[in-house]
């Protein structure tokens, strides 16, 4: 609600831990006892450069404005903590 009333633009809302999707996958199969995800070689993802760059980069945000316009703070300190909560429910 306060974005509504304050803020104008896109807000990333996103802990403070850098993570990238595989280690986000490895952690959400550990959460809910699945085997650990099978790799994918990158040659193989070569033929689709933006799932490359998924898979295997760090998408990195900043939550910095919404801390600042909004007073946001996350709800986990990591990635890991919101994971194990959601997968919990």
């Not at 990333?12 to 999707?21: G, K, L």
């Not at 994918?40 to 404005?65: D, E, H, Q, W």
């Not at 316009?69 to 997968?87: A, I, K, M, Q």
Request: glycine share 8%.
């Amino acid at each position: 609600m306060a974005a509504l009333e304050r803020g104008s633009g896109a807000y990333n809302i996103a802990d403070d831990e850098p993570v990238s999707m595989s280690d986000l996958m490895v952690a959400i199969a550990a959460a809910v006892g699945a085997p650990r995800p099978m790799t994918i070689p990158t040659c193989v993802l070569g033929a689709l450069p933006y799932a490359t760059v998924i898979m295997t980069g760090g998408l990195r945000v900043s939550n910095a404005k919404a801390r600042d316009e909004l007073g946001w703070t996350p709800n986990h300190p990591s990635y890991r903590d919101g994971v194990r909560e959601f997968t919990a429910q």
